[in-house]
């Protein structure tokens, strides 16, 4: 059975400490619901050591349609720019 939510995970290089490639490999992760995306994201995050500058805010995908971002931070934003409130 297909999770609800989908979201590709990369980083890009930061130039700030002299990276200019990815620093991690993509990733897909699916999770039923939005506060398991935001905590794949964190796993994904920490294991590559990433840093601000190297996070994508990744698209958050719900039955394959684009429905917000996932922040540095992990905070989900709506497209419009709206915090959608992720409850643990």
């Known amino acids: 059975m297909a999770k609800r ?3 590709r995970l990369r980083s890009v290089g930061n130039p ?3 990276q200019h ?3 991690s490999e993509p990733r897909v992760v699916d999770a039923d ?4 995306i935001v905590a794949a994201c964190r796993q994904y995050i920490e294991e590559w050591d ?4 190297n996070w994508t805010d990744p698209m ?3 039955g394959g349609k684009a ?16 915090e ?5």
Do not use: M, Q
């Open 60 to 62: 958050v995908r719900e």
């Open 67 to 82: 429905v917000g971002k996932v922040s540095y931070n992990g905070r989900v934003w709506r497209k419009d720019g709206v």
């Open 50 to 53: 990433l840093g601000g500058g």
């Open 5 to 7: 939510f989908s979201c």
């Open 16 to 18: 700030d400490f002299g």
């Open 33 to 36: 619901t939005l506060p398991g």
């Open 84 to 88: 959608i409130t992720v409850e643990a």
């Open 21 to 23: 490639a990815p620093v």
